[in-house]
């Protein structure tokens, strides 16, 4: 049961142009979000987060967006770097739960 | 400032054999937790620390053991390997629940 999934293992953009990565999920307890970046032999590094009463959160290149209605969020990357390609997951949180449950990620790849 | 440290980076075992995968962190975090990560599956808890002296199952704990021997060290058993259990291993940790996970480089244990 993938509470958590991430529809497209991989992405392709061109340098410049704005990256959206995209995360649904099916528990409507879920109430904090989050996305990690990693790099090939490297753990998983935090990148941005949304707590379930806003819709919108942004920091510097990154925004994530929340639709709850939808249960789906999206991380947008503007503009996208060659540094930006990694793989990229989302998770969730139930409020007060220790477990994060992750997507299966997405690879994205900045093209120069 | 290390932040959390595996060891080993590499392993390979034979069907049977077991193995003991340690993690430290030096951040003074409470929390401490063991993932693996299986391609198409993302990041699946295996057991988690909520502080000192106490530990719980996550969403995957057959085969595996844990101890938490002091605050900073959180070590993941493989009694009795098996090749279903060849994945990449990530300790993380966190200070409390409203904080983010900092992760572990990984361990990549391949079971033969």
């Known amino acids: 049961d993938q509470q958590v999934k991430q529809n497209s293992p991989s992405l392709s953009v061109q340098e410049g142009r704005i990256s959206i990565l995209n995360c649904d999920y099916t528990?409507?307890?879920?109430?904090?979000f989050l996305w990690y970046k990693k790099y090939p032999a490297e753990g998983p590094t935090f990148l941005i987060s949304?707590?379930?009463?806003?819709d919108k959160n942004e920091d510097g290149r990154f925004t994530v967006f929340l639709n709850k209605s939808a249960k789906h969020l999206s991380l947008h990357i503007v503009p996208s770097q060659p540094g930006d390609s990694a793989v990229y997951f989302c998770?969730?949180?139930?409020?007060?739960?220790?477990?994060?449950?992750f997507g299966q990620g997405t690879r994205l790849t900045i093209n120069p | 400032n290390a932040g959390v440290t595996q060891t080993p980076k590499f392993q390979v075992l034979k069907t049977g054999q077991s193995m003991t995968l340690q993690c430290a962190q030096d951040?003074?975090?409470?929390?401490m937790y063991w993932y693996r990560q299986d391609p198409g599956m993302g990041l699946r808890l295996i057991y988690y620390?909520?502080?000192?002296?106490?530990?719980d199952k996550g969403e995957v704990p057959n085969g595996y053991n844990v101890s938490r021997l002091n605050k900073r060290e959180f070590s993941l058993r493989l009694e009795s390997a098996a090749p279903s259990q060849t994945s990449v291993y990530f300790c993380?940790?966190?200070?409390?629940?409203?904080?983010?996970?900092?992760f572990g480089s990984g361990t990549q244990l391949s079971v033969l």
């Open positions: 993380a940790s966190r200070r409390d629940l409203n904080e983010k996970l900092f």
């Open positions: 528990n409507s307890m879920f109430d904090y």
């Open positions: 949304i707590s379930s009463i806003k």
């Open positions: 998770a969730a949180r139930v409020g007060g739960a220790q477990k994060l449950v």
């Open positions: 951040m003074n975090h409470n929390s």
């Open positions: 620390s909520a502080s000192e002296g106490t530990t």
